[in-house]
């Protein structure tokens, strides 16, 4: 595209410059100064020389340009470097300092990381506690969960449900597969091992008003209603009312 002829109007003296609102050179320049009221010796400069002055300066322009894009160029490339690195320049007595920025902070919506510094502060307090009771929901879950499966496979060994659904917890948190399932099956050993000893060997009579024989129903009709173990069941019966009473009795007959 060939560049917008100009003319240049050389040897032009001015008597007055004005300055007004709609002007009719828009994009016209003019250098001022102010004369010293004592030359001391100087001639004053000739219009013809001014003008040459002028022509060599705007020379030297493009220099000038191409100098200040280079410039521009190299801070861009060292402002990426220390986006990259994570640094920040920091200016304190006149000098520049460069400082680790300090890790982003994020948090958690629908299972998208957010930058919380891009989260207005309201609505970023608001968010914060609902993703708490959210955690907490999740971790109620989780436990609601765990004991359910504490239970399915450890339903006669001692402990109570939070007991057994820690130990749970902790034989699922074995990162090796093979050790997990052998700490597993160990535990299911152990707990076939209790339930044996609870079966009837041989027959006996015994009246149904027996005070253990009523513990042991109430116990085992407990643990079939709530869900829980034996063991959890015969403890719940035994802390007040009929259950702590045939305890008692039981107890006074031994």
């Known amino acids: 595209m060939p560049s917008e002829k100009r003319n240049i109007i050389k040897g032009l003296v001015l008597d007055e410059v004005s300055h007004v609102d709609v002007p009719a050179n828009n994009g016209s320049m003019v250098v001022l100064w ?7 010796g100087g001639d004053p400069m000739k219009p ?3 003008v040459k002055r002028l022509e060599e300066l705007e020379s030297m322009v493009p220099k000038l340009e191409t100098s200040l894009k280079a410039a521009e160029y190299k801070n861009k490339k ?3 470097a220390m986006e990259e690195a994570g640094m920040d320049a920091e200016e304190t007595d006149d000098k520049m300092k460069l400082k680790k920025r300090a890790d982003p902070e994020y948090i958690d919506i629908d299972g998208e990381k957010i930058l919380k510094s891009a989260v207005p502060l309201p609505l ?3 968010l914060e506690k609902q993703s708490k009771e959210l955690e907490d929901v ?3 879950a989780e436990m609601v969960d765990l004991k359910k499966r504490a239970v399915e496979n450890m339903p006669n060994m001692a402990g109570t449900d939070d007991e057994k659904a820690a130990l749970m917890k902790s034989v ?3 990162a090796d597969q093979s050790t997990r399932e052998a700490v597993l099956k160990s535990l299911k050993a152990a707990d ?5 000893s609870f079966k009837e060997i041989g027959t006996q009579n015994v009246n149904d008003t027996d005070a253990s024989v ?4 109430m116990a085992k009709e407990k643990a079939a209603a709530d869900g829980i173990s034996y063991h959890s069941a015969y403890a719940e019966i035994t802390k007040s009312g009929e259950g702590k009473k045939l305890a008692a009795e039981v107890q006074s007959k031994n």
């Open 214 to 217: 009523r513990l042991e129903k």
């Open 172 to 174: 699922e948190s074995i």
């Open 124 to 126: 970023l307090a608001r």
């Open 78 to 80: 060292m402002m990426d």
């Open 48 to 50: 013809e020389d001014l």
């Open 138 to 140: 999740k971790k109620a």
């Open 192 to 196: 076939a091992a209790v339930a044996k």
């Open 34 to 40: 102010k004369r010293a009221t004592d030359m001391k």
